[in-house]
C-alpha cells in the first residue's frame, strides 16, 4: 500500500467529506478523520513506544515492543527492545540506498550496518505481508481514511462506538460490509483509538472475514516535533547506523 500520492489532494477529499453527511450509523467519523488529518498535516516528525501483533502463518506471533522513530516526507528507524529480534535496529528513508534497509544487529553480521533488499527472506521472517513503507501513522490514516470514503460510496460502512467516550481517546469501530477477502479493503473490522490530546490514532486493531485478530499496534509515549537528536532516540540508535540515519 505505498503512498505517494500528493497530501493536497487528500485534503481536497477531505473538505469534501467534512462537508458531507455520515448518516445516522456515522454522526463523527468524517469529522474525526478530518481533524486527525489536518493535525497529522502539522506534524514534521514523531516519536514513541511501537507495539505491535501480526498474524503469520495462521498464528499470532509475540508481541513486539519497538523504539519507533518519524521525519517527513518518510524517514524511518525502528530498534527491537524484545523477543528474538532484541538489539535489531532498522534504518529506511524512502529514495535512498537503493531503496535497501540499513541494519544492524550485534553477533549476527560482521559488518555493523549492512544494507538488506526489502524482498530478503531475513527481512520477510515473522511477518507474511512486511513493507517498511506501510509502517507508521501517516500510511495508516491515509488508508483507512480513503477506505472509509470508499465504503460510504459502496454502502458498506458500519460505524459504531464501541465503549462510552473516555477522556482521553475516542474508540471507532468500523465494519466494511459485504466487502470480501479479495475486494481491496485493509481488513473486515477496524478498531481505532483517536487521542483526543493529538486527534491521531494511537492504536489499531484489525479483524478479518473470518473474526480473526491478525494484527493490533499501538503507540505509546508519543512525542510529536521533537529534535532530530533528542536523547530518546540517540541513546537508543546504533553509532554507525546513526551516522547513515542522518545522512543528507
Same mark, same amino acid.
Given at each position: #500500500?505505498?503512498?505517494?500520492? +500528493?497530501? +493536497?489532494?487528500?485534503?481536497?477529499?477531505?473538505?469534501?467529506?467534512?462537508?458531507?453527511?455520515?448518516?445516522?450509523?456515522?454522526?463523527?467519523?468524517?469529522? @474525526?478523520?478530518?481533524?486527525?488529518?489536518?493535525?497529522?498535516?502539522?506534524?514534521?516528525? %514523531?516519536?514513541?513506544? /511501537?507495539?505491535?501483533?501480526?498474524?503469520?502463518?495462521?498464528?499470532?506471533g509475540e508481541k513486539e515492543k519497538i523504539f519507533l522513530k518519524f521525519e517527513k516526507p518518510f524517514k524511518i528507524f525502528m530498534g527491537w527492545l524484545n523477543t528474538e529480534k532484541k538489539d535489531l535496529q532498522?534504518?529506511?528513508? $524512502?529514495?535512498?540506498?537503493?531503496?535497501?534497509?540499513?541494519?544492524?544487529?550485534?553477533?549476527?553480521?560482521?559488518?555493523?550496518?549492512? /544494507?538488506?533488499?526489502?524482498?530478503?527472506?531475513? &527481512?520477510?521472517?515473522?511477518?507474511?505481508?512486511?513493507? @517498511?513503507? =506501510?509502517?507508521?501513522?501517516?500510511? /495508516?490514516?491515509? !488508508?483507512?481514511?480513503?477506505?472509509? !470514503? $470508499?465504503?460510504?460510496?459502496?454502502?458498506?460502512?458500519?460505524?459504531?462506538?464501541?465503549?462510552? !467516550?473516555? +477522556?482521553?481517546?475516542?474508540?471507532?469501530?468500523?465494519?466494511?460490509?459485504?466487502?470480501?477477502?479479495?475486494?481491496? %479493503? #485493509?481488513? %473486515?473490522?477496524?478498531?481505532?483509538?483517536? =487521542?483526543?490530546?493529538?486527534?491521531?490514532?494511537?492504536? #489499531?486493531?484489525?479483524?478479518?472475514?473470518?473474526?480473526?485478530?491478525?494484527? *493490533?499496534?499501538?503507540?505509546?509515549?508519543? $512525542?510529536?516535533?521533537?529534535? *532530530?537528536?533528542?536523547?530518546?532516540?540517540?541513546?537508543?540508535?546504533?553509532?554507525?547506523? %546513526?551516522? &547513515?540515519? $542522518?545522512?543528507?
Amino acid at each position: #500500500m505505498k503512498k505517494k500520492t +500528493a497530501f +493536497a489532494a487528500l485534503f481536497c477529499f477531505l473538505a469534501f467529506l467534512g462537508g458531507a453527511s455520515a448518516g445516522p450509523q456515522s454522526p463523527d467519523l468524517f469529522a @474525526i478523520l478530518q481533524k486527525s488529518n489536518q493535525s497529522y498535516g502539522l506534524v514534521k516528525n %514523531y516519536s514513541a513506544i /511501537f507495539e505491535k501483533q501480526e498474524r503469520s502463518q495462521g498464528k499470532l506471533g509475540e508481541k513486539e515492543k519497538i523504539f519507533l522513530k518519524f521525519e517527513k516526507p518518510f524517514k524511518i528507524f525502528m530498534g527491537w527492545l524484545n523477543t528474538e529480534k532484541k538489539d535489531l535496529q532498522v534504518v529506511y528513508e $524512502r529514495g535512498h540506498h537503493q531503496g535497501k534497509l540499513a541494519i544492524h544487529k550485534p553477533g549476527l553480521f560482521l559488518l555493523p550496518v549492512i /544494507f538488506l533488499d526489502q524482498n530478503s527472506p531475513w &527481512v520477510h521472517a515473522g511477518s507474511e505481508k512486511y513493507d @517498511i513503507e =506501510d509502517a507508521g501513522i501517516g500510511t /495508516f490514516l491515509t !488508508d483507512f481514511t480513503k477506505q472509509v !470514503d $470508499r465504503a460510504r460510496k459502496e454502502n458498506k460502512l458500519q460505524v459504531v462506538y464501541p465503549q462510552p !467516550d473516555s +477522556a482521553a481517546e475516542t474508540v471507532v469501530e468500523v465494519t466494511f460490509t459485504g466487502s470480501t477477502p479479495d475486494s481491496g %479493503y #485493509m481488513a %473486515y473490522r477496524v478498531i481505532v483509538s483517536f =487521542d483526543k490530546a493529538t486527534s491521531l490514532p494511537v492504536r #489499531m486493531s484489525l479483524y478479518d472475514w473470518k473474526g480473526e485478530l491478525t494484527g *493490533s499496534y499501538s503507540y505509546e509515549n508519543l $512525542r510529536l516535533n521533537v529534535p *532530530s537528536d533528542e536523547e530518546e532516540f540517540t541513546k537508543q540508535i546504533n553509532r554507525q547506523l %546513526y551516522r &547513515v540515519y $542522518r545522512e543528507k
